[in-house]
């Protein structure tokens, strides 16, 4: 049994692909017996551990809005260095095997254990946040691990380092195919006859809710009962709105509010379609892979790590080059108009993430990638 510990201040304090891969592998890990411990800033978010024996410390830390403004970097980096200050004592105590970083910002944690500490740190990407002298700091990591084979190559790049790539995954249990839901498709604005596409996530530009916006108001959209549903909070939500009432679709945007993790199968058993049209490089895309568990078709860009979830082949779902409208118009129009399509993409989307994309994979992958098989 090994003794294995994540750090990531912001795994008790927001929602995101980051926190849900942390909580998720914890549980994973520990069902494939070994002790582990998770470190996050203070904050409230705790999911439904089952009773499992997973141990969970937090301390105080100086939220980035907090801190001088030198930069986004600056600022990220700050926070997290605020909170390893009070961390660090812990963490030391923990004696611990292993213990998983998420992002390069965490990179000055090995520096700061003592020299007679057997602690190894491994890298477990999700993403880039490069920084000026993070090559320096990246010395003291011990083992490196990916989302994807994509965001392998991001690492190879810049650390000279290639990865273990272990995939996210999905909780197929709780994000599982479930009969449409009538009556919450009614509360939230959808008819019968409307074909529902939903995307669940945070609102930030590279996530190209605006191209969506700007698909379904495209000519070859016309006559078509669509409606988007967009779920989830961030800076670029006043601007969508804004855009969706200048478009003149406001009757066909749906906006929702950010929901818990727990809650977003629900959601998805009240949509037709799942729609992710990111414009930037998205590492893995775990909401993509959670859609596609609930048996739903999808429709994303061809960038980054999304179609090594969704594939190429057109067997769970269409891709189409990103900030591309008239290219989303029409994959968008394809799906709505065909229901055999729909069912025949949503069961193959499922089967997929089944096969090759669930936690439990995920962690024994990681575990490989430790040594600890």
């Known amino acids: 049994m090994a003794r294995i510990a994540f750090i990531d201040v912001t795994a008790t304090v927001t929602y995101g692909g ?17 002790e582990v411990t998770i470190f996050g800033g203070e904050g409230d978010i705790r999911p439904d551990l089952g009773g499992r024996a997973i141990t969970v410390h937090t301390f105080p830390f100086t939220p980035r809005e907090r801190l001088p403004n030198f930069g986004s970097r600056f600022r ?102 479930r009969p449409t839901d009538i009556e919450l498709r009614a509360a939230l604005g959808a008819t019968s006859e409307d074909i529902l596409f939903a995307y669940a996530g945070r609102l930030v530009g590279w996530k190209g809710m605006g191209v969506a916006l700007r698909a379904l108001a495209h000519p070859v959209m016309q006559g078509t009962p669509a409606k988007l549903m967009i779920i989830g909070a961030g800076p670029q939500l006043a601007e969508l709105k804004q855009l969706a009432s200048k478009l003149g679709i406001t009757d066909r945007v749906l906006f929702h509010a950010a929901m818990p993790h727990s809650e977003l199968p629900n959601m998805y058993a009240a949509m037709d379609v799942g729609i992710f049209p990111s414009i930037g490089d998205e590492a893995f895309g775990i909401t993509i892979a959670e859609a596609m568990s609930c048996a739903k078709p999808v429709i994303a860009s061809y960038i980054g790590g999304i179609p090594e979830v969704v594939g190429n082949e057109e ?27 729909r ?31």
Not at 324 to 330: E, G, K, P, T
Not at 349 to 364: G, H, N, V
């Open 18 to 34: 980051i926190q849900t891969a942390i909580w998720q592998l914890a549980q994973a890990i520990h069902d494939l017996g070994h």
């Open 343 to 373: 069912q025949r993409l949503g069961l193959g989307a499922r089967a997929r993430i089944t096969r090759l994309y669930t936690w439990e994979l995920s962690a024994k992958r990681l575990l490989v990638g430790l040594g600890l098989k």
């Open 315 to 341: 067997s769970c779902g269409l891709l189409t080059p990103p900030g591309d409208i008239l290219a989303l118009a029409n994959a968008m129009k394809i799906l709505a108009c065909d229901a055999d399509l």
């Open 76 to 177: 990220k980096i700050a926070e997290r260095f605020s909170f390893a200050r009070h961390a660090k004592a812990a963490v030391v105590a923990g004696n611990f095997d292993w213990v998983i970083l998420t992002k390069p910002l965490d990179f000055f944690w090995p520096w700061l254990m003592p020299r007679t500490g057997s602690h190894r740190f491994a890298l477990m990407s999700g993403g880039t946040e490069f920084f000026a002298g993070d090559r320096i700091l990246a010395k003291k990591i011990n083992a490196w691990l990916a989302c994807s084979h994509f965001n392998a190559w991001q690492i190879q790049s810049r650390y000279k380092k290639f990865p273990h790539v272990i995939y996210n995954g999905v909780n197929i249990t709780q994000f599982e195919c």
